[in-house]
Every structure is written in structure tokens, then in C-alpha cells.
């Protein structure tokens, strides 16, 4: 089993000429399935861009989770609702987190949900950076930080509670669980030229909700490897949080799409 993965594509930044490019790369490439850990275009374009990627795969399955970035110019409703009519519109592309666990092979399986920034990381909502989310995305726009958030924190848990309750069944049935997710969920996988994370930065950069079910369930199962695969720096890293969790970021650069790495199982 070989499973492509792609992080932080952010197609509304290319050009014609490098996306078909970077689509060719993708129809002669060797693998079995494609994950996507988010930011691949932004709302206005997601449907082009998640169409031309299903079809640039074919007839190979794309599981895909979306960014904060999906949703500039838009809301979460109806970005969702996009998403879901690409995959009713594609075949072969699913919209992670609808309760899924995906076999990639008799011990090996892939869960997957978007997190979010849950701005408790570090200082929390006392942090005085704003962040670019509640100017680009419609139901982060408040006139002052705390109600945003307040949503951000919604949204994180949100993302620990779908772990809490699928994440148990998947390491109960297979030997390794890759899990898809946005955000990184720990602040040691963040890292930004080499160094750690601005601390004022932390809350806008890592899904702490997640990143503590995720430790506390794969407790209970120490002879599973669980690995995350993340996006959202743009700064690639790799970092063992546990015997049996690791944790790898994505590489990215705007404008600039390319393979993150082809896992072989």
C-alpha cells in the first residue's frame, strides 16, 4: 500500500501552467490512495481545485480534510456544503470526518478530522497577535478577539471529541493509525525555521483539544503506532510525542505545490 500525501497545496495561488504541471506529477506518480491535510485553495475556488485534484488521482480514492484557509471568503456552513457536493460530484473523493475509519490494508487504517486552532496553547486568548482567520473567514469576524476565540475553542474541541469517540475503534482493530488533521496538535511539532513557535504565536498554530485526546486514548493502546499528519506552518517537522505517537508536518511554499512524501506500508 502507498498512500500520497499532499498538505498546503493553496491551488488559488498558483498559476494555469504550475497547477496542470503539478497535476501531471500526480497522474504518473506511483501510489494506491491520496490523503490531504487542508489549505488546498480557498472557498470561492475549492470546487475547481478539489475537482481537478480528484480527477488529476483517478481512479484513485482521495481522502482529504480542509484547512483554515479553505474557508477564507467564506463560512463554515457553506464551505462544508462545497465539499460535500465535490464528493457527491467525484467518486473518488471523501470528505474526512463523518465517522470513517479507511482501511489502507490489513493493519494499517486512516481516521481524519480538520481541528482547528484552539487558541489554548500557551497564553491563550490573552495573546496579543491577531491572527489573519478573523479577518478571511465570515464567522470569525468580531470587533474584538474574545468571542473569536471563543469559536476557536468550540471548533478544537470539536475536533477532540470526534477523536474521543473513533479514534478508540480504529486502534482496537489495526497495528498502525494514520490520523489527518490540519493542525498540528501538539506545540512541539511546531517550529518555524528550525526554532520553536513564537509562544504569542502557539494559539493561532496548534489544536491542543486534539493533541490531548489523541495522547490520552493512544495511551490505552501502546502496541499501535499512531502517526499524525499535519499541515499549517509551512515549516516541515517531525517529533515523537510518545513510544507509539509521532507526529510529521508538512513542508509547503505558496504558489508552489508539491508531493509531501508517497508512505509506503
Known amino acids: 500500500m502507498k498512500l500520497l500525501w499532499l498538505t498546503d497545496t493553496h491551488l488559488d495561488h ?6 496542470q504541471a503539478f497535476y501531471e506529477k500526480l497522474r504518473s506518480a506511483v501510489y494506491d490512495a491520496a490523503v490531504i491535510t487542508g489549505d488546498i485553495s480557498m472557498s470561492r475556488l475549492l470546487a475547481t481545485h478539489l475537482g481537478e485534484l480528484a480527477k488529476a ?5 482521495v481522502y482529504f480534510v480542509l484547512g483554515n484557509h479553505d474557508f477564507y471568503g467564506g463560512c463554515f456552513d457553506e464551505v462544508d456544503r462545497i ?4 464528493c457527491k460530484k467525484h467518486s473518488n473523493l471523501h470528505h474526512l470526518g463523518q465517522g470513517e475509519i479507511v482501511r489502507l490494508g490489513p493493519s494499517s487504517a486512516l481516521v481524519g478530522h480538520r481541528g482547528w486552532s484552539d487558541g489554548r496553547a500557551y497564553g491563550g486568548r490573552r ?9 478571511g473567514i465570515r464567522d470569525l469576524r468580531y470587533r474584538s478577539t ?15 471529541g470526534y477523536f474521543r469517540r473513533v479514534l478508540p475503534h480504529a486502534l482496537a482493530s489495526y497495528r498502525h493509525v494514520l490520523i489527518a488533521t490540519h493542525v498540528p496538535p501538539f ?13 504569542l504565536q502557539l494559539p493561532h498554530y496548534v489544536n491542543a483539544s486534539a493533541g490531548a485526546v489523541i495522547q490520552r486514548v493512544g495511551e490505552h493502546f501502546p502496541k499501535t503506532e499512531i502517526t499524525v499528519l499535519c499541515g499549517h506552518t509551512h515549516h516541515g517537522n517531525t517529533v515523537r510525542i510518545a513510544d507509539n505517537l509521532e507526529v510529521r508536518v508538512g513542508q509547503a511554499r505558496r504558489g508552489a505545490p508539491a508531493i509531501e512524501d508517497i508512505i509506503d506500508f
Do not use: H, I, N
Open 14 to 19: 498558483t498559476d494555469s501552467l504550475s497547477r
Open 57 to 61: 488521482c483517478t481512479p484513485r480514492e
Open 83 to 86: 465539499a460535500a457536493a465535490c
Open 127 to 135: 495573546t496579543s497577535r491577531r491572527f489573519p482567520d478573523q479577518d
Open 146 to 160: 474574545y468571542p473569536a476565540f471563543r469559536k476557536m475553542e468550540r471548533l478544537g474541541r470539536e475536533s477532540g
Open 187 to 199: 506545540a512541539r511539532a511546531v517550529r518555524f525555521d528550525d526554532q520553536p513557535c513564537d509562544q
